[in-house]
């Protein structure tokens, strides 16, 4: 089975809501806490797809001594799917990505071009390396849950913050439904921490990774109105993902805060907790306290 880390799809068809074990769901009272946390995390799962893309180029850059080209075959067709096209430009230093749409094992589909401008800086490993993802061409890239995401943003940055740890900062980030006439507005940074190991495969996907949020006065694609911008944030406990369990399931530990930037009595304000702190348990209970209210929920 190939295994990638982290948020690299979209599983559960309505982000985890179709994966709930709870019978009592619809008479619960915290149940409107429980889904801003589920519209929440599917934007991040959706935010974190173009840092993924150059998580995993980085990977390949390793995987062949510092040359994409020289990875072995086996690395490049489990980190990208078959038929993607990978084209480095030496004068501009740029990455150009081409994805067909083609399905992987456990993977999202992905269709379209991501251009990555590596600034000089041959990997992200390198001391403050800055790679810019140019995500502002509409209509160019999509991945597919199962229904068409497009995905276009203003500014995608990720930055080496030191060993084993990035940066991916994004301001207005937009992802739609293809069928849809609008999409989400996301600014957000994203601390990204790779627990132990190097870049190459068989390091990655021993290791678990700490992913912290903070998105800013900001829409999920699933509601994309002035009245539900709002706030989310982990900033005390990250979320951890283990590769080996999920790679789009937080593990072990994390707790997240949200609310609607609107709601001065911040009578929206919700806290989602995962317990308990043991990466081992590979699907933990997820604590959802809003208004008072505290429920638990088991998600797979």
Known sequence: MKKLFILLTLGCAAAFSSCLKNDRYESDQNAPGYDMYVVVMRQNIVALDPFNAAFRLNMLIAEGGGDYKAAPSEIMNTLFSAGTRI????????YTIEYNGSPTTKDNVRNGKIRIRT????TLDEVQARWTIDLAQTDSYSIFDPEEIKISADSYTIENMGTNKWQAVMKSFRAKFAAAENGSDWTAVYDIEQKEGGRLYKEVIKSNFLIGTTANKSTTMDAPT???RLYASTPDIPFMFNPSCSRRLPVAQGEMNIYLAADTELESFTTAQIVPNDPSVCYPVTRIT???YTKEYEIK
Request: charge should be negative; avoid cysteine.
């Open 87 to 94: 084209e480095y430009d030496d004068p501009t230093g740029v």
């Open 119 to 122: 600034n000089g800086y041959a």
């Open 226 to 228: 002035e009245s539900n």
């Open 290 to 292: 809003y208004q008072g």
